[in-house]
C-alpha cells in the first residue's frame, strides 16, 4: 500500500480541552507528530509572554498545532461529499495545518524582532531541509514537501486550500481564539465553531459561508476584536515583551562590545552574529532562553542583571498612556530626564505601539490583501459580509493603535524626593498615567 494511503490498525485520540478529542487515522499525520522538530513545539509557548499576566496561559504550539489540524478534519469530513472539492487534496490539507506554526521559537515575536528573523522562513526551511519532518512528507511523494510549504506560504496554485489554512475565517484563528480564551480563563473569545463548521462551503477558490450561518460569524468576529484588545495587547503582557526584548538588546550590545559573560551564552552567538542555522534555532527553546535569563541576572552588567532579573521574577514596567506622534516634546524631555538620574532611556523609557484591524473587505494594493468572508446567499449568489452584517460594517477597516510608554516606576520611586528630576518625571508621566 502507498504510504499515503496508509492507516494506522488503531485510530490514536489525544484528549483536547478544547475540542474534546483530536481523532488522527493517517500514518502520516501520526508519524510528523513524532518527528523531533514538531515535538519541540511542546517547548515553546503558544502566548509568549501572557502568562504573566493571566497565569493560565502556559499552553503550547504543539496544543494549537493539533487543534488546527483537527478542526480541518473536521471541515474535510463535512466537504466529503460536496461538489467543488477535490479529495486529492485532503492529505495536503492536513499536513499543512499541523505544520502551519513549526518555525515559530521561543517567544517569536521579540527575537524576530532583535535578530531579524522571520518564522515563516523557518517553517519553511524546516519543511524543506535536512529534517525528520522532510524526511516524513518525502514518503509520500518527492513533490509533497514543497507542496506543503506552499500552501503554508499562501503561493499554492489552488486557493480553496490555501484558504482553510490561512483567511479571515480559517482554521488557525478558530482554534486559537477558543484555545487562548479557555487558557487564560476569559469569558471571551468564545464563538458557536460547530455551527461554523456546518455551514462553511466550497465554492472554486474559496470557503463561504451560507447566509443562515451568519450570526455565529459576527459573534467570531467580536470574539476575535474582544480577544485582541483584553489579552493579546494586555498592557503588562506588553510591558514583560517590552523587557524580553531589552534583555535581547542588551545582550547582543554587550557581546558586540567583547563583554566577557560569567556563562558563556554558546546557544545564542549565531544570533548575535545574525547567521542562524537551522541546526541552532530548532534547539533553542524557552526551556534553554529562560536558563539564561536566571543566568544573566548575576551578572555584572547593571542594565542586563536588572532586566533579566526583572523578567524572571516578574518585576515589570509600569506604563502611561504616550503617543509618541503627539507629544514629541514631553519624549524629548523624559529622554534627558532619565539621562539625568542615570537611567539609560534606551532600555528604561520605551514606547510600545499594538494595533489590529478586526476584519476587513478586499482593497486590492493594501499591507495585506485580505480575503473577505463571503455568505452564499439563498439564490446562491456570494454577498460579501460586511454588505450583509450591520454589526460587522460597524467595526470593518477600523484599525485601532493604542500607544503606551513604559518605565520602572519602582527605579524612579527611589529617587530621594528633592531631586527635581524626580519631581519632573512624574509631573510629565502623571498626566499620562491611568
Ligand atoms: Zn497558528
Not at 490514536?12 to 502520516?28: A, I, L, M, S, T
Not at 539564561?292 to 542594565?303: C, G, R, T, V
Not at 498612556?321 to 523624559?334: A, K, T, V
Request: with cysteine; charged share 30%; aromatic share 12%.
Amino acid at each position: 500500500m502507498a504510504y499515503k494511503d496508509e492507516k494506522l490498525h488503531e485510530e490514536k485520540v489525544f484528549k483536547d480541552p478544547v475540542h474534546r478529542y483530536v481523532h488522527v487515522r493517517d500514518r502520516v499525520i501520526w508519524d510528523l507528530i513524532g518527528t523531533k522538530e514538531f515535538q519541540r513545539l511542546r517547548r515553546i509557548k503558544q502566548l509568549g509572554t501572557s502568562f504573566l499576566t493571566f497565569h493560565g496561559a502556559e499552553h503550547s504550539r504543539f496544543n494549537h498545532s493539533l487543534g488546527v489540524y483537527e478542526i480541518v478534519r473536521r471541515i474535510l469530513i463535512n466537504f466529503e461529499d460536496r461538489p467543488n472539492w477535490n479529495h486529492e487534496e485532503r492529505l495536503l490539507c492536513l499536513c499543512a495545518a499541523l505544520l502551519h506554526d513549526l518555525g515559530h521559537g521561543p517567544f517569536s515575536h521579540s527575537f524576530e524582532k532583535v535578530f531579524k528573523l522571520d518564522h515563516e522562513d523557518f517553517t519553511r526551511s524546516i519543511i524543506l531541509g535536512d529534517t525528520e519532518v522532510n524526511q516524513v512528507l518525502t514518503n509520500i511523494s518527492i513533490e509533497f514537501p514543497q507542496k506543503v510549504a506552499d500552501v503554508i506560504n499562501k503561493t499554492y496554485h489552488d486557493k480553496l486550500v490555501v484558504s482553510l489554512i490561512s483567511s479571515q475565517i480559517d482554521a488557525d484563528r478558530m482554534d486559537y481564539l477558543q484555545r487562548d480564551a479557555y487558557f487564560t480563563g476569559v469569558s471571551y473569545g468564545h464563538f458557536d465553531m460547530e455551527r461554523i463548521l456546518r455551514v462553511m462551503r466550497p465554492v472554486e477558490d474559496q470557503v463561504v459561508i451560507k447566509e443562515s450561518g451568519m450570526h455565529a460569524v459576527e459573534d467570531y468576529i467580536m470574539s476575535r476584536y474582544q480577544m485582541y484588545w483584553q489579552v493579546y495587547f494586555h498592557p503588562v503582557t506588553r510591558s514583560a515583551e517590552v523587557i524580553l526584548t531589552k534583555i535581547l538588546h542588551r545582550v547582543k550590545q554587550l557581546y558586540d562590545e567583547g563583554y566577557t559573560f560569567k556563562v558563556e551564552p554558546a546557544p545564542f552567538v549565531s544570533f548575535f552574529e545574525e547567521q542562524v542555522s537551522l541546526e541552532d534555532y530548532i534547539k533553542l527553546d524557552e526551556a534553554v532562553v529562560l536558563y539564561y535569563f536566571q543566568m544573566w541576572a548575576e551578572e555584572d552588567d547593571p542594565i542586563l542583571s536588572d532586566l533579566a532579573y526583572r523578567f524572571i521574577n516578574r518585576r515589570l514596567f509600569k506604563y502611561a498612556e504616550f503617543n509618541p506622534n503627539l507629544q514629541m516634546n514631553e519624549w524629548m524631555e523624559l529622554y534627558q530626564l532619565f539621562r539625568d538620574i542615570d537611567l539609560d532611556p534606551d532600555y528604561y523609557l520605551v514606547v510600545d505601539s499594538s494595533s489590529d484591524l478586526p476584519y476587513d473587505f478586499y482593497r486590492p494594493g493594501e499591507e495585506e490583501e485580505r480575503l473577505p468572508i463571503h455568505l452564499l446567499m439563498p439564490n446562491k449568489e456570494l454577498r460579501e459580509l460586511s454588505r450583509q452584517s450591520d454589526i460587522v460594517e460597524a467595526i470593518s477597516g477600523k484599525k485601532r493603535t493604542d500607544h503606551k510608554l513604559y518605565y520602572p516606576k519602582d527605579l524612579i520611586e527611589k529617587l530621594p524626593e528633592d531631586r527635581p528630576e524626580k519631581q519632573q518625571i512624574k509631573k510629565i508621566l502623571h498626566k499620562q498615567e491611568s
